[in-house]
């Protein structure tokens, strides 16, 4: 048989980290972050990372393991992460990755095509010109260049969008049909996707209420602290940073910076959803809002003695 590689995905505040414990405890796993800012150190409270004690338990791997003032992109990540993976089944252990990052999570289990598809001029020039005739005008262009792309993308995503176009200059190809011609994890291992989902009412619910603790634990000044720092693009792409940094500027009030980072938390929440949706490979686990991990946990185990089918 195939060794078990476990991924454990969802939307942010969810409950993915207490989950992740019980049933890391439960299938002899070790946990790998899959989380694009929790690799980064100094972001303690503004990534949610699970508490030290806590990671001492379970050995927890790709957390902390970048500078704020360094780039980071998800071949690094796709490297370290088989890494990982080879050292835990070689330990007789479950490699369970556990986040909401749906980028690192297909770049693991899918594969990356390996041509030269980056280009800081290229980037430069799509960003300048998103700037000067909005981001509508290059998603028109990708839907003209590669629809599968654009169907995948939201309008509003100008990362991605730059992304796909990048490639395509550089390449001539369109970025799906370089994706399609990837090599994942399937051929060598057993791959099982679960993913997290509660109505998002209760979900938003917790994820106003995660904010408001983040900012009693001291939120404003880890803020503070990283402001002072040269950080990197993809470290300032985390979300609190732009918030509190306008309260601290006196652009708005404390209250004021506490809803924009509860709004916009919401927001990627349901980006993230949009993006896991699209994966058919995942089995959907329905999550009541008062349902405790301990029991959450044993739907999973159960689940995973089966054959697992898309719901």
């Not at 005008?137 to 995948?152: F, I, Q, T, W």
């Amino acid at each position: 048989m195939k060794p078990r590689v476990l991924f454990l995905v969802g939307p942010t505040a969810i409950g993915k980290t207490d989950i992740a414990l019980q049933l890391a405890a439960k299938i002899n796993a070790e946990i790998i972050s899959c989380d694009s800012m929790q690799i980064y150190k100094g972001m303690e409270i503004l990534t949610s990372k699970p508490a030290l004690e806590v990671r001492k338990k379970i050995p927890h791997h790709l957390i902390d393991i970048v500078s704020c003032d360094k780039e980071y992109n998800v071949s690094k990540y796709r490297l370290a992460a088989i890494r990982k993976i080879n050292q835990i089944i070689k330990r007789g252990r479950v490699p369970l990755f556990v986040g909401g990052s749906g980028l690192y999570m297909s770049v693991v289990a899918d594969g990356i095509f390996k041509a030269k598809t980056e280009s800081s001029a290229i980037r430069r020039r799509l960003y300048q010109e998103a700037q000067d005739f909005g981001a509508h005008k290059l998603y028109d262009k990708l839907m003209k260049v590669d629809p599968k792309a654009a169907e995948k993308i939201h309008p509003n995503d100008k990362k991605r969008v730059i992304r796909a176009l990048e490639v395509f200059e550089l390449t001539g190809k369109p970025i799906s049909q370089l994706q399609s011609m990837r090599i994942g994890l399937g051929d060598k291992y057993d791959i099982k996707i679960l993913g997290l989902d509660m109505p998002r009412d209760k979900l938003y619910k917790r994820i106003d209420e995660r904010v408001d603790k983040m900012f009693k634990r001291g939120l404003v000044k880890e803020v503070k602290k990283l402001l002072k720092l040269k950080l990197s693009k993809t470290a300032r792409a985390a979300i609190g940073l732009k918030e509190i940094k306008g309260f601290l500027e006196g652009l708005y009030d404390f209250q004021e910076a506490k809803r924009l980072m509860k709004r916009n938390t919401r927001q990627y929440a349901k980006r993230q959803m949009s993006w896991f949706r699209k994966d058919r490979r995942i089995n959907w686990i329905n999550i009541e809002a008062k349902e405790k991990p301990a029991a959450i946990t044993k739907r999973i185990v159960k689940q995973l003695m089966q054959p697992i089918k898309n719901s």
